[in-house]
């Protein structure tokens, strides 16, 4: 019951309330205004501020030349978008009225509103970029719900002012092209820019403040760099390439000019077992290899006659078997020397003594 007794009163005290409304007159929307940002065109109000915890519906029209033609039909919505409905040169007058229970307020009605003049544009984006001690700035148009900006305005102007960062005195510039060299700035110095677009003796809105280091005026250009590495790069790869065709074709040329010879297996095997022999003794052997030689000692017997005193000379031969080892000489003896060694000619007999 006492839910039901709620419900009720909630129920009659809202018959009252739009009895009483509707005894009177529906109120009008207040506070109407046009906004158009960026060649949109949107009307705006508020509800009636007599009424509380009343909900109504609204109507909003448009005329362009002699009648009205209805663009948002019974909307609970606070605003109507008529940017469909409109070109950029056209001169149009709207009015809205609010409505409850097939009751309508009187219409309230605007002045005839241009979009071209009426518009607002929305600020520019801007990007700074610092190059060999010079900062440049690249502005962007805000788009454009009709058109383009510059077909719409014609020529537009971009105000930039700039300034060292934590600084107070700034510098201006107006300029046509949307792409602006700064001038006079000194190089590793933080710089922050601000721009606004001038059209028909309007101002945009401001754009954010963007700031950057101005780089110094040696800096070297990234593109060079890459150049300088590819082209090093290029020189070592060809390098590589020839110093290995060339060893490859030296290798081909011995190849085809001494081709390897094929010898026997005997042979093969036994160069191979005295090579292994000859590794295994010259480690093992520690000391030197001793030398072998021959001692030979000549007797020397006084000439007996004239003739014998006579210079004579004559090969002697003398020849060992003993390891093989051969012993040969050519001596030249005159009868005044005094020697050990004697020689003599075929016919006389030689005195020789050999020690191994």
């Avoid at 739009?18 to 929307?29: M, N, Q």
């Avoid at 609204?58 to 469909?84: H, I, R």
């Avoid at 250009?221 to 060893?247: D, H, K, M, N, R």
């Amino acid at each position: 019951m006492t839910i039901l007794s709620c419900l009720s009163v909630v129920l009659l005290f809202y018959t009252v309330c739009v009895t009483a409304v509707l005894s009177e007159k529906v109120p009008a929307p207040e506070n109407v205004r046009v906004i158009s940002l960026n060649m949109g065109l949107v009307l705006e109000w508020d509800p009636p501020q007599s009424t509380t915890n009343i909900f109504f519906n609204y109507t909003a029209e448009m005329k362009g030349w002699n009648t009205y033609e209805p663009v948002c039909l019974s909307s609970s919505s606070l605003s109507c978008d008529f940017t469909d409905n409109v070109s950029v040169f056209g001169t149009y007058q709207l009015r809205v009225r609010a409505e409850i229970h097939g009751e309508t307020s009187d219409w309230v009605e605007t002045k005839n509103v241009s979009v071209d003049e009426k518009t607002e544009i929305s600020a520019p984006h801007v990007e700074l970029r610092s190059r060999k001690g010079q900062t440049e700035v690249d502005i962007t148009d805000p788009p454009m719900k009709k058109k383009n900006l510059r077909d719409v305005f014609g020529n537009i102007f971009y105000h930039i002012r700039f300034w060292k960062n934590r600084e107070t005195i700034k510098e201006e510039l107006i300029r046509q092209q949307n792409r602006v060299m700064l001038p006079g700035l000194e190089p590793l110095v933080n710089y922050c820019v601000e721009v606004e677009i001038l059209y028909l003796n309007n101002t945009s809105q401001t754009s954010n403040i963007t700031c950057l280091t101005n780089t110094p005026s040696n800096e070297v250009e990234p593109w060079l760099i890459a150049v300088v590495l590819l082209v090093s790069f290029l020189v070592v790869l060809v390098t590589v390439v020839l110093i290995f065709l060339a060893v490859w074709f030296g290798y081909r040329g011995c190849s085809i000019i001494f081709p390897d010879a094929d010898l026997p297996e005997d042979l093969k095997k036994f160069l191979s077992q005295r090579s292994q022999s000859s590794i295994l003794s010259a480690m093992q052997e520690s000391t030197p290899v001793k030398e072998h030689f021959c001692e030979l000692r000549i007797l020397h017997k006084e000439p007996n006659s004239s003739v014998d005193s006579q210079q004579i000379e004559g090969p002697i031969r003398i020849q060992t078997h003993k390891n093989k080892c051969c012993i040969g000489a050519d001596v030249k003896e005159s009868s005044e020397e005094k020697s050990e060694m004697i020689f003599t000619t075929e016919q006389k007999p030689l005195l020789a003594e050999m020690r191994l």
